[in-house]
């Protein structure tokens, strides 16, 4: 289905060079090579492809990196093991723009309460954004959304709790937006740039991503997707490598990440103050 302001920062002259250079690619350079793999355009929007392989995977993840890279575009991955829309925890199953601003304040109010008791990076000059969108990874309902830069780490996501099939974003940023603090469109936070105490973000190479719209605020960012892939379970199994890559590796018990430890008395505090509804319980 097309897909409503897709990837705003192209215009459409760009979008159809876009779509004439993946074409080109997927028919003339891999077309002995995708032999599992079903590929659907739904132009304005992301291909939608079946993956057949691993290798076939690894394929699709290059080509459309490489081809992003002449529209000064970057790629980031997410994995879910549901194929439910790409909505901040903070909006999902909202009604309306008045119930979206509600909790957006609400969440503002919390972030402002723990300010001493959740300091990924006290040195920082922009902290409520690195607190707002570590507080994300930990289980905290904001208008963030978790990506990675690694395509393993969202492999591990997308098998982690799926029973036939999980799925893959491809999430597409414009590159001044990861190189600067803020930009017109989007904000992305490198959340490894924390203490190397705080482990998580570091074990599962996290990221976090924030619409800077106050127009769009609320709204799926299905607008970023410029791939999704779909892949069975049995596959994502064998690359995920559970046994190596245990939940304890991907989730550090509070024992050695004292983020873990921030995080639960932070969410503490809230619940104490009457925030349950913003943070629910540290994951």
Request: net charge neutral; aromatic share 12%.
């Amino acid at each position: 289905m097309p897909v409503k302001n897709w990837l705003p920062w192209l215009d459409d002259d760009e979008k159809d060079q876009l779509r004439s250079l993946i074409e080109l690619v997927t028919k003339n350079h891999f077309k002995n090579k995708w032999e599992n793999s079903t590929i659907k355009d739904d132009f304005p929007g992301p291909w939608i492809i079946e993956i057949g392989s691993i290798e076939e995977m690894m394929l699709a993840v290059g080509m459309f990196k490489a081809q992003l890279k002449y529209f000064n575009t970057s790629v980031y991955y997410r994995g879910q093991s549901e194929d439910y829309p790409l909505f901040p925890k903070l909006f999902r199953n909202l009604e309306d723009k008045s119930e979206v601003l509600s909790m957006y304040k609400k969440c503002e109010e919390a972030m402002k309460l723990i300010e001493h008791d959740f300091a990924p990076e006290p040195s920082h000059d922009d902290e409520k954004g690195i607190r707002t969108a570590m507080a994300t990874h930990y289980g905290c309902k904001t208008w963030w959304l978790d990506v990675v830069d690694h395509p393993h780490t969202a492999v591990w996501f997308a098998y982690n709790t799926s029973k036939d099939q999980g799925y893959i974003y491809l999430l597409a940023i414009p590159q001044y937006c990861a190189r600067s603090h803020r930009s017109q469109l989007i904000r992305v936070i490198d959340l490894r740039i924390s203490d190397a105490l705080w482990l998580r973000p570091h074990t599962q190479q996290a990221l976090a991503i924030c619409d800077l719209k106050q127009n769009r605020l609320g709204d799926e960012m299905s607008y970023l997707c410029v791939a999704k892939f779909i892949l069975k379970r049995e596959m994502l199994k064998s690359w995920a490598n559970k046994d190596l890559y245990t939940e304890h590796v991907i989730f550090p018990d509070n024992k050695i990440d004292s983020g873990l430890i921030s995080a639960i008395n932070a969410q503490g505090k809230l619940k104490l103050q009457g925030f349950k509804n913003i943070w629910p319980e540290v994951k």
